[in-house]
């Protein structure tokens, strides 16, 4: 069974910093790019960063640019997105997603194949 799952969400303060995982099971993830979304009450899932199969591309949304590091660990077959100086508009629940493409990587949702059930960040004082 091919599964995608999230952890390391939580409640952190303003300016705070969280690191999330995403561990597949079932597939390996050497094949796949993975994005990472969010999706806050009321509003549409949005795209915060994705990175390719290899490792060598990544892409973020303005928003994070500077404050949010994509990184991958073959080997563990898990994807991580290092948040710093979060911000309470942030709060949302964050997903990852996984596209089988080389050399490149979507911010788009719709092309995803697999996804995780989410994990919740919460910025607040």
Known sequence: QLQLVESGGGLVQPG?????????????????A????????GKEREGVSCISSSGGTTNYANSVKGRFTISRDNAKNTVYLQ?????????????????RVQAMCIMAKSPYNYWGQGTQVTVSS
């Open 16 to 32: 705070g910093s969280l690191r999330l995982s995403c561990a597949a099971s079932g597939f390996t993830l050497d094949y796949y």
């Open 34 to 41: 993975i994005g990472w979304f969010r999706q806050a009450p």
């Open 83 to 99: 948040m710093n100086s979060l911000k309470p508009e942030e709060t949302a629940v964050y997903y990852c997603a996984a596209l």
